[in-house]
């Protein structure tokens, strides 16, 4: 097998990221089964030994004081944070490395790859509080990141040490969002890029910006899962770097979103954190953020972590519910929130630690379910991709169990961009989503959310009758 040298054990920051008079620590991997620790990873990011995922740590941390992420404190590493975001150098610009206390650190004379990602935005869901029935309800966009979705935050770090160990090639299996945003991070790092991506079952917007970002896209007659299958075999021929999720530089990066998310809170956590599971990277990251927030001093309690799965790609929630979490049976996953159609989540031992650490919850949605709730957070005039709405409709059946109380605080992470898939959205409300499938009669209940866009004559007198119709409908 190739094998290249763990770039963690770098020490010193990359020439573009100053040292504001602190100093990163060093990290190292080791097996979240059999804790073997090692500096080289072979190309597939699993253990030599057992075969399971690497897990970046920090040995560096441990201290006489206690844990302290580069020698600081919790109050220091506020301070220098919010400090940073007067800075004008692209480090400090970037949401993600601007907490690079709490990354991996590049060798010096490595600059990083950034689209100045993170720094996404939290809103108030009012609308969207009220249908799930509660007092209040945040979300975290991260589809407002450069290439429109979460991915960014953890491509910056993984594709920034594929080029520092001198990788040409980078490639992906994905439903979408990773392919977009590997191949842009590629682009910015003069790298090429290789994406696989299953045909006929991503949306185009995804598809269009690989093509945009100048990948090398192979659409395979097969879903994500087949993929990836193709992928492993690849890597272990060839000197690609794989930017996948079981790469856990991609992870370091991802887990900026919940750091940011308190920092906005105040380092108040909330009650609740809702995600999407798909390949159950994105719920490791910010579960294994929220660890290490609490250790380091950073929060004083965890909030609790729930993933939801559409009920056609649930092999996670099917895991908990059937095999309390002992084993996972892939499944042949099917759902139209395409971003999240995986069988055989990679890190799903990963995600069950963290659901596992802070009294989690995992559910299930069905189909029509996550098309209301879409439709629901772009009332809200916020809009996300379907695989994201997934955390409200998971949401509402958390109330409804009582596991989420009304008057808690919750944060739903919104993971991709409304215009990811406009399809999706035009055949929701055209009426038409659901047409010829077993969910056609359940899709009756979303009559209430559609507007379909009326063709009318071109005068004044068509647009008024409409209108005159739509206020009738709507009082
Ligand atoms: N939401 C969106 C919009 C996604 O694109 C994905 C995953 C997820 C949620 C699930 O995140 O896999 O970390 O549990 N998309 C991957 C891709 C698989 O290839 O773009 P996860």
Redesign the pocket.
């Known amino acids: 097998m190739l094998r290249w040298p763990c770039p963690s054990t770098a020490l010193k920051m990359s020439s573009t990221l100053p040292d504001t008079g602190t100093q990163t620590s060093s990290s190292r991997l080791r097996c979240i089964h059999c804790g073997a620790i090692t500096d080289h990873a072979d190309q597939d990011f699993r253990c030599g030994e057992c075969g399971n995922l690497y897990e970046i740590f920090f040995p560096g941390w441990e201290t006489p004081d206690g844990l302290r992420a580069a020698g600081m404190g919790p109050d220091a590493l506020k301070q220098l944070w919010r400090e940073r975001k007067l800075s004008l150098l692209p480090a400090d610009t970037s949401g993600v490395w601007r907490f690079r206390e709490l990354l991996p650190a590049l060798k010096t004379g490595h600059d990083p790859i950034t689209l100045r990602e993170g720094n996404t935005p939290l809103y108030e869901l009012p609308q969207c509080a009220r249908s799930a029935g509660m007092q209040a309800l945040r979300a975290k966009h991260q589809g407002m990141n450069p290439t429109a979705?979460?991915?960014d935050t953890g491509m910056t770090t993984a594709a920034s040490f594929a080029r520092q160990e001198g990788f040409r090639w980078v490639a992906?299996?994905?439903?979408?969002?990773?392919?977009a945003s590997m191949a842009a991070y590629a682009a910015r790092g003069g790298m090429r890029s290789l994406v696989l991506i299953p045909e006929g079952k991503i949306s185009w917007g995804k598809l269009s910006q690989a093509l945009d970002y100048g990948a090398v896209t192979c659409q395979l007659r097969t879903d994500?899962d087949g993929c990836v299958k193709v992928l492993n075999e690849l890597v272990r021929r060839k000197p690609i770097y794989l930017l996948n999720?079981v790469n856990p530089y991609r992870l370091e990066g991802q887990k900026t979103a919940a750091i940011e998310l308190m920092e906005q809170l105040n380092w108040q956590p909330p009650d609740h954190i809702i995600v999407?599971?798909?390949?159950?990277?994105?719920?490791s990251a910010i579960g294994k953020a929220l660890l290490e927030m609490r250790d380091l001093g950073l929060i004083f309690r965890l909030p609790k972590l729930s993933v939801i799965q559409a009920e056609g790609a649930n092999p996670f929630y099917r895991s908990i519910h059937e095999q309390g979490g002992k084993t996972l049976t892939p499944m042949q996953a099917d759902t139209l929130a395409t971003?999240?159609r995986?069988g055989n989540?990679a890190?799903w031992k990963k995600a069950l630690r963290v659901v596992q650490a802070s009294e989690g919850a995992v559910e299930q949605v069905s189909e029509v379910e996550i098309a209301l709730a879409k439709a629901e957070i772009g009332s809200d005039g916020v809009g996300c991709?379907p695989?994201?709405a997934v955390t409200l409709a998971g949401l509402k059946k958390l109330v409804k169990q009582g596991f989420v109380k009304p008057n808690e605080s919750v944060v739903l992470i919104l993971?991709?961009h409304v215009l990811?898939d406009p399809e999706f959205t035009l055949h929701f409300h055209r009426g038409d989503l659901f047409s010829g499938t077993s969910h056609e009669k359940e899709a009756g209940m979303l009559a209430g959310q559609q507007r379909a866009p009326l063709v009318l004559d071109a005068t004044v007198e068509a647009v008024e009758a409409a209108l005159g119709r739509f206020d009738s409908e709507r009082p």
């Open positions: 979705s979460f991915k992906c299996a994905s439903t979408g969002n990773t392919s994500f999720s999407p599971g798909g390949n159950l990277g994105n719920s971003a999240i995986i989540p890190s991709e695989a994201s993971t991709g990811k």
